[in-house]
C-alpha cells in the first residue's frame, strides 16, 4: 500500500495535473491500461522476495552477474536522485504557495525524512510512511470541490484517444511521462526489501496480493481524481492548455475553487 500510494508523489502531481490542465480528461484510459503492468512487476517482486529473502538487486546480481548487479544499482541511485530532485521541488512549490519560506521548509523537510529513514527502525519509518499515505487522501475533498463530470470521466477512461489539435511529439511525451511516473523502477526494489523487512513469507502470499490491489486501485482512483481537477479547474479559463507547474495548479485551484481546497492540494 505504501508502495502503491508513494507514487502520487511530487512528479506525479505534475504529469497528472499537466494532463489535466493540458488536455482535459482525454488521457485517463493510459491510467486504465497501466493497471495490469503494475500488478504484475510488483506481485513478480513480491514472490521473489518472500521465497528467497533476499533483496531486489542481490537477486540480479546472483543471477545476470556484476556487470547487471551493478549497472542496476548505479541506474537506481541516478533515477532516485532525480526522484528526489522533483520532490524537493514540489515542496519548494508548495511552500512557496502557502507563504512559508522555500529554505527552511525545505531544510526542515529534509530533516523529517532523513529521521525517519536514518533511525534503523523499521515500524517507525512505516508509520511514518502510512502517515503520508493518510495525506495523499487530503486530495478527496478538493475532488467532491471540484465535482468533475463523472460521464465524462467514465467515457474518456474507456475509450482510448488523443486530444484533438494536441501536437502528437509533446502528446506521445506525456503519455510516457504518466507511464514513467506510475511505474517506476524504485519501486521493485523497495517493494521486495518491504516484503523481507516484514519478514513475510509464501504462506502470507494472499494477504501481499489484497494488499497490492488495495494500493492499485488507490493510487489509479487518486490519478483520476488529480487528472480530472486539473481539467475541470481549469476548462473554460484562460489558463487551460497552458500548464506552468503544480504551484501554478495550486493557484488555479484556490482561484476558482476555493482557498481551502488550494490549501489541500498544495499540501
Known amino acids: ?74 541506474d537506481l541511485f541516478l533515477l532516485n536522485a532525480l526522484t528526489i530532485v522533483t520532490e524537493f521541488i514540489g515542496i519548494s512549490l508548495a511552500l512557496d504557495y502557502l507563504g512559508v519560506s522555500r529554505e527552511l521548509g525545505v531544510i526542515a523537510s529534509a530533516a523529517v525524512i532523513i529521521a525517519a529513514a ?64 506510475t511505474i517506476a523502477p524504485w519501486q521493485l526494489f523497495f517493494q521486495q526489501s518491504y516484503v523481507i523487512d516484514k519478514r513475510i513469507t509464501p504462506r502470507f502470499m494472499r494477504y501481499e496480493r489484497a494488499d497490492l490491489g488495495i494500493g492499485i486501485v488507490l493510487v489509479i482512483i487518486g490519478a483520476v481524481a488529480m487528472m480530472a481537477c486539473a481539467a475541470a479547474t481549469f476548462a473554460g479559463h484562460p489558463e487551460f492548455g497552458s500548464f506552468q507547474d503544480a504551484g501554478a495548479v495550486a493557484a488555479g485551484v484556490d482561484k476558482y475553487v476555493g482557498h481551502i481546497a488550494g490549501v489541500f492540494f498544495a499540501v
Do not use: C
Open 1 to 74: 500500500l505504501i508502495v502503491m500510494v508513494g507514487d502520487n508523489d511530487a512528479g506525479a502531481f505534475s504529469t497528472y495535473s499537466q494532463a489535466g490542465q493540458q488536455y482535459g480528461t482525454t488521457l485517463l484510459w493510459t491510467l486504465l491500461l497501466l493497471v495490469p503492468v503494475l500488478y504484475v512487476n510488483q506481485e513478480m517482486v513480491l514472490r521473489l522476495g518472500a521465497v528467497t529473502g533476499v533483496g531486489h538487486a542481490r537477486l540480479i546480481l546472483e543471477r545476470f552477474g556484476k556487470f547487471w548487479g551493478a549497472f542496476s544499482v548505479i
Open 118 to 181: 536514518g533511525t534503523g527502525d523499521f515500524r517507525r519509518f512505516e508509520r511514518f510512511s502510512l502517515l503520508l499515505v493518510v495525506g495523499s487522501l487530503l486530495l478527496v475533498p478538493v475532488f467532491l470541490w471540484v465535482h468533475p463530470p463523472i460521464a465524462q470521466m467514465a467515457h474518456d477512461l474507456a475509450v482510448p484517444r488523443l486530444p484533438e489539435g494536441g501536437k502528437i511529439s509533446v502528446v506521445m511525451l506525456l503519455i510516457i511521462a504518466i507511464v514513467g511516473t
